[in-house]
């Protein structure tokens, strides 16, 4: 039998190990942020709004994604002003939007 294990460690990287071996998928800045753009530019986000959360969040892409889906229908203006009153972080972040 086969065995899958995934877990996320770092911002970005995703460990994968299958039967004992370990595979290490990582993204690019720059590729986490095109992927917003396609997640999020439908309902009006920017690059530059999109690049300043993924910024906020130390580049950690699922945290972004978490604040763009907790924000819901607020504008993208109103979620990049309150960034700066938002930590850095994960969920303790995600919930004061």
Request: hydrophobic content about 35%.
């Amino acid at each position: 039998t086969t065995t899958l294990y995934i877990s996320a460690i770092t911002t970005n990287t995703t460990t994968i190990t299958i039967n004992n071996h370990i595979i290490i998928m990582t993204i690019t800045y720059e590729e986490a942020l095109s992927t917003l753009q396609s997640m999020f530019s439908p309902q009006g986000y920017t690059q530059q709004q999109l690049d300043s959360v993924l910024r906020h969040f130390g580049g950690h892409m699922e945290n972004c994604v978490e604040c763009i889906l907790v924000h819901g229908d607020g504008s993208p203006e109103e979620l990049i002003r309150k960034l700066s009153t938002l930590p850095a972080g994960g969920a303790a972040a995600v919930n004061d939007i």
